[in-house]
């Protein structure tokens, strides 16, 4: 028992020696309006499309054109920010998606304004999420960033957790049209406090190596382009068949705290996986959290909407949470030089363009067949996934398939 009381209390000091850093503080606190701005918007977008065409399938529509349109910009948005860096980018794009969220809340009528305001937001969505991780790498010791990543991973999941709650609840309690404005302006406020943090105006871009392949001809990153898309059919179906699912049960109230479950057992998980697998190389961290999540929810089709699927999405987000800390660091040991932001950003247009593709078809199969089937699809797609990985560690994935200890693209090591 005392061993373990000590051996607790240094992993959770780890934490703390990086929360002691200056300037930690000031970037969590940056970060977190945006990502409750990101963590409301799916929902607060979906009833509010639903709420005013009285249709699933164009509420699918609308989230797959915000997500299918944030997914297909962001490498252009992260190739943008490892040019210029993060100042400029950022002031273009956190005003622009603001005015988005109005035009969706007060212009939005019908099925074709709302698809093509949704797609607006998608077009402007300013890379928070991309732009937290080199931060972090530049703030911490190269023997911490596993652990930076995770404590990033525990506030972006708690955003993730409370976001759906106040999206559903603005908009079913009061109007969509509120939770729409509250979802750009808590954009607005997280946007300007980035830009005007010294780390984020400090920060610069990685210099390019002479002769490194770009970002798709790297057959490791083509690889993983592969799973991406098998990933983002997963969460598709899963975004759309859970409120969808809900809202045919006469239950949509379930719809956010059944989410929110799913970021609680992430930011749980993200935690794990900072503090006690910091042994586990990322490429077979990610495949073995893959393996288990999918076999996990595996029998959403066969529960009953409610506290039942909260539950058992809450077991769920446990190997979540712990595969996206071990997906960050993957990606930054197998990504060429010079792409830090770009990396993420290309492998989240491979990703949320098959996520769009997935809401758009949940939302057609929900309302004119069942979302038990939409459901069936989510654990089959993420062990799809897995095994996708599981093939490559013993190929191109290889070099993550070591513990990183130091910076893989310093060039001292």
Known sequence: MPQTYWRNLSQMRSYLDILKLQGAWRLIFSSIPGRLSYGMSGLALFFHVEQITDSLSVAGYAIG??????????????????????????????????????????????????????????????????????????????????????????????????GPVIGTWLALSFTGVLAMNITGLLMLIGGIALVTSKLSREWVPEEKVEGELSLFRSPAMRFLAIEAVLLGLGYGLFDVGIPSAATLAGIPQWAAPTLAAIALGGLIGGALAGAKFKNIAPAWGVTLTGYIFGIVALPLFLIEPGWQTAVLVLFAGFPLGMAQVFYLE?????????????????????????????????????????PDIVLIGVGLLFIASAVVLHIGTKGVLKPAMVVPHHDPHDPAD
Request: proline share 5%; charged share 10%; hydrophobic share 55%.
């Open 65 to 162: 054109a915000f997500s299918g349109i944030s997914a297909m910009t962001a490498a252009a948005r992260g190739h943008a920010i490892d040019r210029w860096g993060q100042t400029r980018p950022l002031v273009v794009l956190v005003p622009s998606f603001t005015v988005s969220c109005f035009l969706v809340a007060y212009i939005a009528k019908d099925a074709t304004t709302s698809v093509a305001f949704a797609a607006l937001m998608g077009l402007t969505a300013p890379p928070i999420n991309l732009s937290m991780r080199p931060l972090w790498v530049a703030l911490v010791n190269p023997e911490q960033v596993r652990t930076a990543y995770a404590l990033d991973s525990i506030f972006l999941n708690t955003t993730s957790l409370v």
């Open 330 to 370: 993957m990606v930054d040991i197998l990504r060429p030089r010079g792409t830090a932001v770009a990396a993420m950003g290309s492998m989240w247009l491979i990703e949320g363009s098959a996520m769009a593709g997935g809401n758009a078809i949940a939302g057609f199969i929900s309302e004119h067949w069942n």
